[in-house]
Structures are given as C-alpha cells and as structure tokens.
C-alpha cells in the first residue's frame, strides 16, 4: 500500500495582521457584494482578483430561478478576467459574504466548480493565486488555489 498525506495551511488572521493591498481587495471584495443578484438565496458573495498588472477585477454571485443557470462571484470574476486580460495572471483573490444581518462573522470557500476553474488559471500561468476568505472576525489566508483543491481533476 502507497499512502499520501495531504496538508493544507491555512493562516487565521485578523484585520490588522493584513498589508494594505489584502485590505484594499477585501474591501473591493465586500463592495462587489453590492452587485449581488440573490433574491433566492438572499446570501451575496462578492470576489475580487488582483490582476499581475495591478487590475482589480469584480464578480458577485448571479442567481436564476432555475438554479444550475446561476454563477458564483468567483467564477464572475475570473471568466472576466481571463476574457478582458487573457495575458495577466492573477495574484490574489479576495471573497466576501453577507446576508440580511450583514457580512459573516466567520469566511466562506469556494465551491468546488470554483475551486477547478481558479486551479485552470493557477496551473494555465503556472503561478499561485494567494486566497483571502474573509468573516468579520477572522480572514483566513492560503498561499494557493491548489490548497484549496488537493487532489484536483487533471488530464
């Protein structure tokens, strides 16, 4: 028997413990939260990816009433991203989620269609994409898409 042992890291951080560029993303994160369409879940999820060349892109999480139509915010983003700067990796991804009481006290993940398609451009570039989840009284941070995804579908 071959055995493999999988750890993934995952740093619990507090706000004061972020640099200003994660706070700017997070912050960029929540407000993208604004452009949730949710009226079936009532739960908006705003993304934001920092592009190589210094762009900040936006997603939020679109719903349909037929739910399989809808897309999460990460995804949102990132399809744009790849669309509109098809040359830039992206560095770090930042997500944030409200409900009606406001954001989470504790982070959201992705779901796993999410987790593949931010593995796509991880290993597309060849370079990781730093995670940030944030809740209101803990953000945590991954250093890549892969943590989040171990033991990922592959060709």
Same mark, same amino acid.
Do not use: H
């Given at each position: 028997?071959?055995?493999?042992?999988?750890?993934?890291?995952?740093?619990?951080?507090?706000? @004061?413990? !972020?640099?200003? +560029?994660?706070?700017?993303?997070? @912050?960029?994160?929540?407000?993208?939260?604004?452009? =949730?369409?949710?009226?079936? *879940?009532?739960?908006?999820?705003? %993304?934001?990816?920092? !592009?190589?060349?210094?762009?900040?892109?936006?997603? =939020?999480?679109?719903? #349909?009433?037929?739910?399989?139509?809808?897309?999460?915010?990460?995804?949102? /983003?990132?399809?744009?991203?790849?669309?509109?700067?098809? @040359?830039?990796?992206?560095?770090?991804?930042?997500?944030? /989620?409200?409900?009606?009481?406001?954001?989470? =006290?504790?982070?959201?993940?992705?779901?796993? /269609?999410?987790? +593949?398609?931010?593995?796509?451009?991880? #290993?597309?570039?060849?370079?990781?994409?730093?995670?940030? !989840?944030?809740?209101?009284?803990?953000?945590?941070?991954?250093? =890549?898409? %892969? *943590?989040?995804?171990?033991?990922?579908?592959?060709?």
């Amino acid at each position: 028997m071959d055995a493999k042992e999988i750890i993934c890291r995952v740093e619990v951080l507090s706000w @004061d413990e !972020l640099n200003e +560029q994660e706070r700017r993303l997070i @912050d960029e994160a929540k407000r993208a939260t604004e452009g =949730s369409y949710s009226p079936y *879940s009532k739960f908006a999820v705003g %993304a934001a990816l920092l !592009l190589e060349n210094g762009e900040v892109v936006r997603g =939020s999480n679109q719903e #349909n009433v037929s739910y399989p139509c809808g897309l999460c915010a990460e995804r949102t /983003a990132l399809y744009y991203a790849n669309a509109t700067y098809p @040359d830039q990796p992206v560095r770090l991804l930042a997500i944030a /989620a409200r409900n009606a009481e406001g954001f989470l =006290s504790s982070p959201i993940t992705p779901c796993g /269609a999410c987790r +593949q398609s931010l593995l796509e451009t991880e #290993n597309r570039f060849g370079k990781p994409i730093s995670v940030l !989840l944030y809740g209101e009284q803990k953000i945590y941070r991954l250093r =890549s898409i %892969a *943590s989040l995804l171990p033991l990922q579908f592959e060709m």
